[in-house]
């Protein structure tokens, strides 16, 4: 009878755990100008991190420019958002590497309004805009593309 008492006691303490899931992607990509290294994203239940990368212009060409964009957009769901941007501004500016820098923001909630997953994520990508006197580009790093079901061990 104590037995039994002490499995019903104990059996009440096993309350039903969500899953939290927290996600870390380290991105790397190219355009036809442009190397992206060490460009990360952070997904937890609380936050949206990105940031820390870093920008080569291919071959160790020296740009000058007066302008220099980027944009990064995350498409959640099918919904493009932009999540990150950084630019300068100045005549005859060497942008043979630029730093990301980073941003955090809460975290992005889906249409039942419970923070993203991984597997709601469509494609990341970067847009690098620059200007100069001879120069004037628009590219697209590609960072990160949804696997098929059958490529991924994510639900």
């Not at 008492?5 to 059996?11: E, P, R, T």
């Not at 036809?32 to 990105?50: D, M, R």
């Not at 060409?61 to 964009?69: E, G, H, Q, R």
């Not at 100045?90 to 923070?115: K, Q, V």
Request: aromatic share 10%; proline share 2%; glycine share 8%.
């Amino acid at each position: 009878m104590l037995f039994l008492l002490l499995v019903v006691l104990l059996s009440g303490c096993n309350s039903i755990k969500k899953s939290v899931s927290n996600y870390y992607l380290s991105l790397m990509g190219e355009s036809q100008t442009w190397n992206l290294t060490g460009y990360e994203v952070v997904i937890t239940p609380e936050s949206f991190k990105a940031g820390n990368g870093t920008l080569h212009v291919k071959n160790g060409n020296k740009s000058i420019v007066d302008f220099f964009y980027f944009e990064t957009h995350v498409v959640i769901n099918d919904k493009d958002l932009v999540v990150h941007t950084g630019g300068v501004s100045s005549t005859g500016m060497d942008i043979e590497e630029e730093l990301t820098g980073a941003i955090e923001s809460g975290a992005y909630l889906n249409e039942d309004g419970t923070p993203i997953t991984l597997n709601e994520i469509n494609n990341i990508y970067m847009i690098v805009d620059w200007r100069g006197k001879s120069e004037s580009a628009k590219e697209r790093i590609d960072l990160y593309i949804k696997p098929n079901k059958e490529q991924t061990f994510l639900d």
